[in-house]
Nanobody
Framework: QVQLVESGGGLVQAGGSLRLSCAAS????????MGWFRQAPGKEREIVAVINWIGGTTRYAGSVKGRFTISRDNTKNTLYLQMNSLKPEDTAVYYCAVSRRQIVTTSTADFGTWGQGTQVTVSA
């Protein structure tokens, strides 16, 4: 059974940092792009960052560029999101997902396997 499990969320003050992890099990995802998405209350799910299958290409939402870093360790089947200089508007449930493609895409429809999400709350 394919499974993605996110961890590392929590409550942090504005300006602080968190590191999210997404552990994949059930099959190897090293041949596919992966991404982080988030959904705040009352808002649609939005892309945060995407990384290609080998980790050489990344793409970020404008709101997080320069503050967040996506990375992956294919030997551990794990995806990461380092979040620095957090702002209250970063508060959301964060989801990791596996794309059906190797290359970076920003379409949610390209992502077919999703984790259950981890809550990130940034206080002012």
């Amino acid at each position: 059974q394919v499974q993605l499990v996110e961890s590392g969320g929590g409550l942090v003050q504005a300006g602080g940092s968190l590191r999210l992890s997404c552990a994949a099990s059930g099959r190897t995802f090293s041949s596919y792009a992966m991404g982080w998405f988030r959904q705040a209350p009352g808002k649609e799910r939005e892309i945060v960052a995407v990384i290609n299958w080998i980790g050489g290409t990344t793409r970020y939402a404008g709101s997080v560029k320069g503050r967040f870093t996506i990375s992956r360790d294919n030997t551990k089947n794990t995806l990461y999101l380092q979040m620095n200089s957090l702002k209250p508007e970063d508060t959301a449930v964060y989801y990791c997902a596996v794309s059906r493609r190797q290359i970076v895409t920003t379409s949610t429809a390209d992502f077919g396997t999703w984790g259950q999400g981890t809550q990130v709350t940034v206080s002012a």
